[in-house]
């Protein structure tokens, strides 16, 4: 049995927020990003609470930092990162409620635009 690789799309806003990590961060999660394009998961992705199921984060600490590379696995053949972001809060692990936000605007604007 062979297994296909997806291709993995970028939202352009988060394509360019994505460039702004370290490159040691942007290897580790293309490699995780790698990983859900084969149909797995990697150990750093987990899946998203409240976004509905498909829905998973990415979340690398980095040298004393964080960052998050948000993706969909059921939108369409292809694998799309939706938001790329580094966490400034060091209140805890929950995700700002401005970047949930943008995720849930981007998902919903992702799925009109590909029905």
């Not at 360019?16 to 490159?23: D, G, L, R, V, Y």
């Not at 409240?50 to 696995?73: K, N, T």
């Not at 972001?85 to 805890?92: A, E, H, L, M």
């Amino acid at each position: 049995m062979t297994r296909t690789t997806r291709p993995v799309s970028w939202i352009k806003a988060a394509r360019k927020e994505f460039e702004t990590f370290p490159e040691g961060a942007q290897s580790v999660c293309l490699n995780a990003l790698t990983i859900a394009a084969e149909g797995a998961k990697a150990d750093i992705a987990k899946p998203m609470r409240g976004m509905g199921s498909g829905v998973f984060e990415i979340a690398l600490r980095f040298r004393g930092d964080a960052f998050r590379v948000v993706y969909a696995v059921q939108l369409g053949e292809e694998v799309w990162v939706i938001h790329a972001f580094q966490k400034k809060s060091t209140q805890g692990i929950k995700t700002p409620k401005r970047e949930i936000d943008l995720i849930r605007d981007r998902l919903k604007s992702l799925k009109e635009m590909l029905q």
